[in-house]
Nanobody, 126 residues
Framework: QVRLVESGGGSVQAGGSLRLSCKVSGLSADLYSMAWFRQAPGKEREGVASSSPDDLDHTVAESVKGRFTISRGSAKNMLYLQMNNLKPEDTAMYYC???????????????????WGQGTQVTVSS
């Protein structure tokens, strides 16, 4: 059974940093494309960043480019999102997602992913 568990969320002031983690079990993570999404109250789920199984191909949303970095752990069962220079508009629930494909068209589209974690809350105050 595929299980994705996010951690690392919290409350920070604008300009601060957080590192989100997603622990993967029940699948061979090196065969899965993975991504981070976020959803603020009253808004649609938004793709933040995606990673190919080999961690060589990344797609990052324009809204976070230059501030957020996606990466996979050396153990291959972890996915990370380093978030720097956080802004109040980054406040949202952040989710980890996975799909058993090496290359996904439109990798920041939530409909492309079949497995999801429960989310971790990030709150940025001004």
């Amino acid at each position: 059974q595929v299980r994705l568990v996010e951690s690392g969320g919290g409350s920070v002031q604008a300009g601060g940093s957080l590192r989100l983690s997603c622990k993967v079990s029940g699948l061979s993570a090196d065969l899965y494309s993975m991504a981070w999404f976020r959803q603020a109250p009253g808004k649609e789920r938004e793709g933040v960043a995606s990673s190919s199984p080999d961690d060589l191909d990344h797609t990052v949303a324009e809204s976070v480019k230059g501030r957020f970095t996606i990466s996979r752990g050396s153990a291959k069962n972890m996915l990370y999102l380093q978030m720097n220079n956080l802004k109040p508009e980054d406040t949202a629930m952040y989710y980890c997602a996975a799909r058993a494909e090496a290359r996904i068209s439109d990798p920041l589209s939530a409909s492309r992913y079949l497995s999801w974690g429960q989310g971790t809350q990030v709150t940025v105050s001004s």
